[in-house]
């Protein structure tokens, strides 16, 4: 079955402009057109314009998503199955955090009152998961599963106050290493050792057990792995390098 851009445009719940934009981008090409200049899409563009709409409910640019497409070795039943895990992560994350308004609101109703840990319980595990879609794979291969295990678990039983402290920290570690890089701070000197004092200390948080040797490998993967870089370099290039010498230098 061919649709027109009008049809196709109906049936996949965009607009006509969006598909002529994708056309012009090269994003999604029509199977053919008519002489009279009428774009049809056969079933592999249905399909092309079902993954596109996937990844870009997942908050990829289109660029991105083309290059995912267009990408030799792309297997589609492979992404399709990507696609179902990141959404069941979703939908648990989603579960979570409607049964703690549900309770939030059912307490201010004079219902059962919540305890503190009940509160932030969808948050911290929402934190887990994040962690591990986005880093476990790395983690569990460099410390094992039983390390990854102990430091989610260690997270998930934090009180509203030992949480309150991890996330403040966290904070105050990417504020100083802004300040050390853009005022041209020693890796080496004292702000280097302060920093990773702070960072050694944030670890502890959730980690079950500290090793400068662990702390070391660690900080090696902030400039080997560019999520870790990006999420350091996100405000003030160079962080994580900064980051990754001044633990080097402490842990010796």
Not at 8 to 15: F, I, R, Y
Not at 95 to 123: H, N, Q, W, Y
Request: hydrophobic content about 35%.
């Amino acid at each position: 079955m061919e649709y027109t851009v009008k049809a196709l445009a109906e049936l996949a719940g965009v607009t006509p402009r969006t598909l002529r934009w994708y056309d012009q981008k090269g994003l999604l090409k029509p199977r053919r057109t008519t002489e009279a200049g009428y774009r049809l899409y056969g079933p592999e563009e249905v399909d092309r314009l079902q993954s596109i709409l996937f990844y870009k409910e997942l908050g990829l640019e289109l660029e991105a998503v083309r290059k995912i497409l267009d990408a030799p070795g792309f297997d589609r039943a492979a992404a399709l199955q990507s696609h179902l895990a990141e959404l069941e992560t979703r939908r648990r994350r989603l579960d979570a955090l409607i049964l703690t308004v549900e309770k939030t609101i059912d307490e201010a109703k004079g219902g059962t009152p919540m305890s503190d840990r009940e509160k932030f319980e969808a948050f911290k595990r929402r934190a887990v998961e994040a962690n591990e879609e986005r880093y476990g794979k790395e983690v569990r291969e460099r410390y094992g599963d039983e390390a990854a295990e102990g430091s989610n678990e260690k997270l998930l039983s934090m009180t509203k106050e030992e949480h309150g402290q991890w996330k403040a920290l966290e904070a105050e570690i990417l504020s100083a290493l802004a300040a050390a890089v853009c005022t041209g701070e020693d890796p080496a000197g004292a702000e280097g050792r302060r920093v990773a004092e702070l960072h050694r200390r944030w670890l502890c948080c959730t980690w079950t057990a500290y090793t400068p040797q662990a702390h070391r490998g660690l900080a090696e993967l902030y400039t080997a792995d560019a999520r870790f870089t990006a999420y350091y370099d996100r405000e003030v290039p160079g962080c994580a390098e900064f980051l990754r010498q001044a633990v080097q230098a402490y842990t010796e």
